[in-house]
């Protein structure tokens, strides 16, 4: 039985995702599970990554490699959202998505496990089960929350329920419908399975691959952010912090220590790119208004990118010192976000200096010791928010962190973000002033054909 389940579930993967290689469901090594070990396998992944860089293309963080990538059509869809050309039909140039068919397998794996392991016969205790249940609604939370904030309108109270949002399964069953749910009703089902997963959840995880107790809170009140439920998300993360607090001193992996993926302050561990941190940096550039807002003693800059002629005139280039003594975790959750967050929700109260010790305290681990420049301040609310905001972008460096900020920030006039980039030299007078104002629907990103063309009920949430 265990077996047709798993065939159903890969099957189930196919047709919310039109891939056409069922062995993607596969984890390398894995077997068809039996054991807990083996359903722990589906959710475990060293290599997991969320590619947005298309949509992160769009916002004022990264920026083009190679002028080609703006100057032709060789990549048309990134073209489109770094001009903001919001008449370019970027649908019928986006085929398939990486990002899409990713998180749905997670998705895939996440439901085979809630549905499977509760009725595990091994020699695994219910504790056991229950935690690694958690652990699968925690994943499965974390990829629906991606896909609705990157194929679906930014949460609105006031629209919420009549805006389209993504496809949500959660059983596998063949005579049902996979209608396309409102964005109301998918942080509805992914609060639900926070808040399933919450009490199950260990401290600490096995690892910083699967959930632990301070990531459940930390998502939860990252979801109550977005929706706009200020008081809740404050709550979430002071419970957070409270399992972990830990931010890691970037002096000591200057002075030559190993910070990998197993540094305390990364609560869920992913990659945002194409490229790992082994890897040729060439098309992790960020742009001229990102290196500008670093300044020169900032370790996060100085430590972490390069400039040279060779690249776009003021951007650089992720290049770490001593390159695979750092794994970066821009795809996943760190205790500094939760920081931030509870920064923002302090400020917005008008508690400014609580709120601007939390950034200090930040900074005082991103400089170099005994240097007092780290040190800022703001005198009211609007100069705290924007205080945050510029150390989010520069601590959330080349995460989806950014064009989110600029996506839910939106309907707030006075802290709406508009992106302005000079491409002057590049396309001339004519074109090369861009501005992309914050509601833009270049912010959302199209459903890949080939599941429009599978599903044929899912209507697209932009073009």
Same mark, same amino acid.
């Given at each position: 039985?265990?077996?047709?389940?798993?065939?159903?579930?890969?099957?189930?993967?196919?047709?919310?995702?039109?891939?056409?290689?069922?062995?993607?469901?596969?984890?390398?090594?894995?077997?068809?599970?039996?054991?807990?070990?083996?359903?722990?396998?589906?959710?475990?992944?060293?290599?997991?990554?969320?590619?947005?860089?298309?949509?992160?293309?769009?916002?004022?963080?990264?920026?083009?490699?190679?002028?080609?990538?703006?100057?032709?059509?060789?990549?048309?869809?990134?073209?489109?959202?770094?001009?903001?050309?919001?008449?370019?039909?970027?649908?019928?140039?986006?085929?398939?998505?990486?990002?899409?068919?990713?998180?749905?397998?997670?998705?895939?794996?996440?439901?085979?496990?809630?549905?499977?392991?509760?009725?595990?016969?091994?020699?695994?205790?219910?504790?056991?089960?229950?935690?690694?249940?958690?652990?699968?609604?925690?994943?499965?939370?974390?990829?629906?929350?991606?896909?609705?904030?990157?194929?679906?309108?930014?949460?609105?109270?006031?629209?919420?329920?009549?805006?389209?949002?993504?496809?949500?399964?959660?059983?596998?069953?063949?005579?049902?419908?996979?209608?396309?749910?409102?964005?109301?009703?998918?942080?509805?089902?992914?609060?639900?399975?926070?808040?399933?997963?919450?009490?199950?959840?260990?401290?600490?995880?096995?690892?910083?691959?699967?959930?632990?107790?301070?990531? /459940?809170? =930390?998502?939860? %009140?990252?979801?109550?952010?977005?929706?706009?439920?200020?008081?809740?998300? !404050? &709550?979430? *993360? #002071?419970?957070?912090?409270?399992?972990?607090?830990?931010?890691?001193?970037?002096?000591?992996?200057?002075?030559?220590?190993?910070?990998?993926?197993?540094?305390?302050?990364?609560?869920?561990?992913?990659?945002?790119?194409?490229?790992?941190?082994?890897?040729?940096?060439?098309?992790?550039?960020?742009?001229?208004?990102?290196?500008?807002?670093?300044?020169?003693?900032?370790?996060?800059?100085?430590?972490?990118?390069?400039?040279?002629?060779?690249?776009?005139?003021?951007?650089?280039?992720?290049?770490?010192? /001593?390159? =695979?003594?750092? %794994?970066?975790?821009?795809?996943?959750?760190?205790?500094?976000?939760?920081? !931030? &967050?509870? *920064? #923002?929700?302090?400020?917005?109260?008008?508690?400014?200096?609580?709120?601007?010790?939390?950034?200090?305290?930040?900074?005082?681990?991103?400089?170099?010791?005994?240097?007092?420049?780290?040190?800022?301040?703001?005198?009211?609310?609007?100069?705290?928010?924007?205080?945050?905001?510029?150390?989010?972008?520069?601590?959330?460096?080349?995460?989806?962190?950014?064009?989110?900020?600029?996506?839910?920030?939106?309907?707030?006039?006075?802290?709406?973000?508009?992106?302005?980039?000079?491409?002057?030299?590049?396309? /001339?007078?004519?074109?090369?002033?861009?501005?992309?104002?914050?509601?833009?629907?270049?912010?959302?990103?199209?459903?890949?054909?080939?599941?429009?063309?599978?599903?044929?009920?899912?209507?697209?949430?932009?073009?």
């Amino acid at each position: 039985m265990r077996i047709l389940n798993y065939i159903l579930v890969v099957t189930f993967f196919l047709m919310l995702t039109g891939c056409d290689d069922y062995l993607e469901i596969v984890p390398k090594g894995k077997k068809i599970p039996e054991s807990l070990d083996d359903f722990k396998g589906f959710l475990e992944n060293s290599d997991i990554s969320y590619s947005t860089e298309d949509f992160q293309a769009a916002g004022d963080t990264r920026w083009y490699p190679e002028d080609s990538w703006v100057t032709t059509d060789i990549l048309p869809v990134f073209k489109a959202n770094f001009l903001g050309d919001e008449d370019y039909d970027r649908a019928s140039k986006t085929q398939s998505s990486g990002l899409y068919s990713n998180c749905y397998m997670r998705i895939a794996h996440a439901t085979m496990v809630i549905n499977e392991v509760p009725e595990l016969n091994d020699n695994s205790t219910e504790l056991q089960r229950k935690e690694v249940i958690a652990q699968a609604r925690m994943l499965r939370a974390f990829n629906y929350f991606y896909l609705v904030n990157v194929f679906a309108r930014q949460y609105d109270p006031a629209t919420a329920a009549d805006d389209n949002g993504i496809v949500i399964q959660e059983d596998i069953n063949f005579e049902a419908p996979y209608p396309q749910k409102s964005v109301a009703e998918v942080y509805k089902y992914i609060l639900n399975d926070i808040e399933l997963a919450l009490p199950d959840l260990t401290q600490k995880g096995n690892n910083p691959f699967v959930a632990s107790k301070a990531f /459940g809170w =930390g998502l939860k %009140s990252k979801v109550h952010l977005f929706k706009k439920e200020f008081d809740e998300a !404050l &709550i979430c *993360a #002071e419970e957070s912090l409270k399992l972990n607090s830990s931010i890691y001193d970037l002096n000591k992996y200057l002075d030559g220590e190993l910070a990998n993926y197993e540094i305390k302050e990364n609560l869920f561990f992913a990659y945002d790119r194409f490229r790992y941190p082994n890897s040729d940096p060439f098309y992790s550039r960020i742009s001229p208004q990102a290196v500008q807002l670093y300044g020169p003693e900032d370790i996060r800059f100085t430590g972490f990118f390069t400039t040279d002629s060779y690249f776009p005139t003021g951007s650089a280039a992720y290049s770490p010192e /001593g390159a =695979g003594k750092f %794994s970066i975790n821009d795809g996943g959750m760190r205790t500094t976000e939760i920081y !931030l &967050i509870k *920064a #923002e929700l302090l400020a917005r109260k008008g508690e400014i200096e609580p709120a601007m010790e939390i950034v200090n305290l930040i900074r005082r681990n991103r400089f170099p010791e005994g240097n007092t420049s780290y040190k800022l301040t703001a005198s009211n609310k609007i100069e705290a928010m924007n205080q945050i905001m510029n150390e989010r972008f520069r601590e959330l460096i080349l995460s989806v962190n950014r064009v989110w900020d600029i996506r839910r920030l939106a309907s707030e006039p006075e802290y709406a973000i508009t992106v302005v980039k000079d491409l002057t030299d590049l396309l /001339g007078e004519s074109e090369g002033n861009v501005t992309i104002q914050p509601n833009s629907p270049i912010y959302i990103m199209p459903f890949p054909l080939d599941v429009i063309d599978l599903h044929g009920g899912i209507k697209q949430n932009t073009k």
